[in-house]
């Protein structure tokens, strides 16, 4: 199973992308497949409670927006204070969560347009299509995502996505806040 594009997608996405071309320390090099394994399991979970409320997502305007206003951009936040980043580059990640999210929309919503509780076979190659955009949006950013690549934050980095904490409250805390949204359009 894949996990909806996040932060962590992002991050991950990233530390895959330059551990590829050895521009980064030791350290970034160990973040993919020490947080991959959780991104399976938190999908997991995100894929069952929202369909088990009986939220019917369809990918696509609405729902696109609801996410990333309830998950997305809260994840970004609080990830990255927890990160210690800098405001000017939150700001950055904002905009660039609020791009891939369009990215994701304009070239991936066709693949999905009906409830994917329902239609879960067509929903890998959704999230395909969802981390090309990604890793489009983000490679087009290379100076403001420059800093989560530097060994001193990818070491913050390992510590705060090894935390249970996040895993099993933070982000399922952002997903029960977007299915009581999800439930009143549904």
């Not at 995100?46 to 609801?66: A, F």
């Not at 996410?67 to 927890?82: D, G, H, Y």
């Not at 890793?135 to 980095?157: Q, W």
Request: glycine share 4%; net charge negative.
């Amino acid at each position: 199973m894949y996990f909806k594009p996040s932060t962590i997608f992002a991050l991950t996405t990233l530390h895959t992308i330059t551990s590829a071309t050895s521009i980064v320390g030791p350290t970034c090099e160990k973040l993919p497949s020490a947080v991959g394994p959780k991104l399976d399991i938190a999908y997991d979970q995100y894929y069952k409670t929202l369909c088990n409320h009986g939220c019917q997502p369809i990918v696509g305007g609405k729902y696109t927006s609801l996410m990333s206003e309830a998950i997305l951009k809260p994840a970004v936040q609080t990830i990255s204070i927890n990160l210690g980043i800098d405001h000017d580059h939150i700001e950055a990640f904002l905009r660039i969560t609020d791009e891939s999210m369009q990215a994701v929309e304009q070239h991936c919503s066709h693949l999905i347009t009906t409830d994917f509780c329902q239609h879960t076979d067509a929903f890998p190659e959704y999230a395909a299509c969802a981390k090309g955009q990604i890793f489009t949006v983000i490679t087009s950013h290379p100076l403001d995502v420059a800093p989560l690549i530097s060994e001193e934050v990818c070491r913050k980095e390992l510590e705060y996505f090894t935390k249970e904490e996040l895993w099993d409250s933070v982000l399922p805390g952002y997903v029960e806040d977007f299915w009581r949204v999800c439930e009143t359009w549904s």
